[in-house]
């Protein structure tokens, strides 16, 4: 019972955050490892598939890319914040910790991208094949097939983050829902280029790194 009590103080405690990242993570979890089981098997039958390897090239490409998320970010911070109350709430250093910090990057850099892009960029680009260009080998399928499976898949990924946006302001208006598709759906799409481009390996280090560089930077020069 002391337990139980002294679970529900941390809870408690935690910001508001914290405990959806964490409540993400849980449920997440149960779902990747069939996700990614499955999202191994489609990938690999659309040519997603890319050797495990690191080049300085790609790595650069990588860190290019975590920064352009990292600037959305900061439009964020100086933009939508001034204006929506419940936005500059967020961007409060009592909301930000390593606890915050980690659950970010498994959440968001490992989880989301096994779900959205291992699974459903990979499906959707699947889909679209059979459908449209099955006339097609698997190494010579359409680059445009590619590019929709993305454009789906990241807004998938950014409607996604609608009940977390409900749960963080408590409530949706027309210029929440706009920040949320601009701030996930457009970084959605980089990570899925990544993955497409260079694998899936490379789109989980630039999704993990944006969430580092982002709250590494707010924590000791923004807040």
Not at 39 to 61: E, P
Not at 192 to 216: E, N
Request: proline share 2%; with cysteine.
């Amino acid at each position: 019972m002391l337990n139980l009590e002294m679970g529900d103080q941390i809870v408690a405690q935690m910001p508001k955050e914290t405990y959806i990242l964490i409540s993400g993570i849980q449920t997440g979890v149960l779902y990747t490892g069939i996700m990614g089981f499955f999202g191994y098997i489609l990938a690999d039958k659309v040519n997603l598939l890319k050797k495990l390897t690191f080049t300085k090239r790609s790595v650069l490409i990588t860190i290019f890319i975590s920064m352009i998320v990292f600037l959305f970010a900061v439009l964020d911070y100086f933009t939508f914040a001034k204006v929506i109350p419940e936005v500059a709430a967020v961007y409060m250093k009592d909301n930000y910790s390593l606890l915050h910090l980690a659950a970010s990057v498994i959440y968001g850099g490992v989880i989301e991208e096994i779900m959205m892009r291992l699974f459903f960029m990979s499906l959707a680009a699947f889909i679209l094949w059979k459908v449209f260009a099955r006339s097609k080998e698997k190494e010579n399928i359409p680059v445009w097939v590619f590019i929709v499976a993305n454009i789906v898949s990241s807004l998938l990924f950014a409607a996604g983050h609608i009940p977390a946006t409900i749960m963080t302001f408590g409530g949706l208006n027309a210029l929440i829902l706009i920040r949320c598709f601009l701030l996930n759906g457009v970084p959605g799409i980089l990570f899925g280029w990544l993955y497409q481009k260079l694998g899936l390996q490379y789109a989980i280090i630039a999704h993990a790194l944006a969430h580092i560089i982002t709250q590494s930077i707010f924590v000791y020069f923004l807040l």
